[in-house]
């Protein structure tokens, strides 16, 4: 061989140059590995938001990646004092429970490792098993950590640097995956909580519904009820619900008696259908006329009403029931003007007295059940029936207290003293001029 031959074949430069790209070659492939790993890896983890079961995926991998064939994970609290996921391979019951104490054990004396996402080789300062090989701690969030634990390799070579930047790095999406699922077990359990809620609030606004309900039939029957239920019982009512606000108590009131003058008269002549009519007629303007000045009916009896008129102030109540008599004497006048129902023109007599009396709810029994009636009673209701059985032509008589009540705003003038029937002395009657 010629000496420049046998020269080129033993410069280093060529044989430099093949063992370069060979080594070139060796990285590429251990790349390509590695993406080939990633993709794999990351599939099977992303591939579900169950968090044992991406741990599980993940261990499985790994195992087959690195041709291991004992393998564990543990994640616990930050405080590495409850143990929240284990799962393993390759392990019995007794090794398994001890693998959770070393674990913990070892957690809670090297958190800072897990900071850096780098793996430990095992050593005498570690209290593992002595079958495991490589332990990675990581941490997944604020308050959860884990550790991988791998065991010898099928080949008994040990793990290079570039195993464990590969599994640094599996790790890594490892810990996305289980945030991941973290997140989606924190939306799950929100919908759930809604859910509740929504039920609670379907229950409740269901429930709603049923009350209203009630309340609407109780406001008809109410509003029914009302009608023969005099205003102030209601008033009193509203404001007190408890019986006690209806108990019979002495009260400075004003009652007034009205009567149809010549009820039967108008009976015989048009008839009881158009009787009722006419006084269904008259009683309504009465009614206005009453209830624009604070009186309430407490009683008809067919041609003849009672009303009571209450206020703090004694000379109100008075003054309001002369407004409201002087208003029905006025109204009726009007009407008997233009009415052409009877032959003669309808009076209404008045009574009004001022005074004390009982007002309340009285009850009367029998072997047939008991009746409540809420009125006036005592010698002040009965002389003002009296009075009104004396009024004559549509007159308004008092007593003195009411007159005297009255002041300047109405005339009244004395008509002397009378007789009433059931009280023992003289009563002095007064009439309001028209």
């Not at 080939?36 to 995926?57: C, H, M, P, Q, W």
Request: aromatic letters at 8%; hydrophobic letters at 40%; one cysteine or more.
């Amino acid at each position: 061989m010629p000496k420049e031959t046998e020269k080129m074949n033993t410069e280093p430069g060529v044989s430099g140059t093949s063992t370069g790209l060979e080594v070139i070659q060796t990285e590429l492939d251990r790349r390509a590995y590695y993406l080939r790993t990633l993709y794999d890896v990351s599939k099977e983890l992303f591939g579900t938001v169950n968090f044992e079961a991406i741990l599980r995926n993940f261990m499985l991998m790994t195992m087959g990646n690195f041709g291991v064939f004992r393998c564990f994970i543990l994640t616990c609290n930050d405080f590495a004092d409850k143990v929240r996921h284990f799962v393993s391979v390759g392990f019995d019951e007794k090794e398994q429970a001890r693998l959770r104490q070393f674990s913990c054990r070892f957690l809670e004396g090297n958190a800072t490792c897990m900071m850096d996402n780098k793996g430990l080789e095992k050593s005498s300062a570690t209290p593992f098993p002595p079958d495991i090989s490589l332990i990675f701690p990581f941490r997944i969030d604020g308050d959860q950590i884990g550790i991988l634990g791998l065991g010898q390799k099928l080949t008994e070579e040990p793990f290079e640097k570039h195993d464990k930047e590969l599994l640094g790095t599996l790790v890594n999406n490892l810990v996305v995956a289980l945030k991941n699922a973290l997140s989606f077990e924190e939306i799950n359990g929100l919908n759930e909580e809604l859910q509740i809620k929504n039920q609670e609030l379907e229950k409740a606004l269901h429930e709603l519904q049923t009350a209203m309900r009630k309340v609407e039939i109780l406001e008809s029957i109410k509003a029914n009820l009302c009608k023969f239920v005099p205003a102030t019982v209601t008033r009193m009512i509203e404001k007190s619900p408890t019986s006690e606000s209806l108990e019979a108590k002495e009260r400075d009131l004003t009652v007034m008696f009205l009567d149809i003058e010549g009820y039967t008269r108008i009976t015989e002549e048009v008839g009881g259908t158009e009787t009722n009519s006419l006084v269904e007629k008259y009683f309504s303007v009465f009614m206005d006329a009453i209830y624009t000045n604070n009186g309430d009916v407490m009683e008809t009896a067919g041609d003849g009403l009672m009303i009571l008129f209450l206020s703090e102030k004694r000379a109100t109540h008075a003054l309001d029931a002369i407004r409201a008599a002087a208003t029905i004497r006025k109204k009726t006048a009007i009407i008997n003007e233009i009415s052409k129902d009877i032959s003669q023109p309808l009076a209404n007599n008045k009574g009004i007295t001022s005074g004390e009396a009982y007002l309340g709810a009285s009850r009367y029994s029998s072997p047939t059940g008991s009746r409540w009636t809420y009125t006036a009673h005592g010698m002040l209701v009965n002389m003002a029936a009296r009075i009104c059985a004396k009024a004559t032509g549509g007159q308004i008589l008092t007593n003195r207290v009411t007159a005297e009540r009255a002041g300047n705003e109405f005339p009244f003038v004395s008509l002397g003293k009378f007789d009433l029937k059931n009280i023992s002395e003289e009563m002095e009657i007064f009439e309001l001029l028209q």
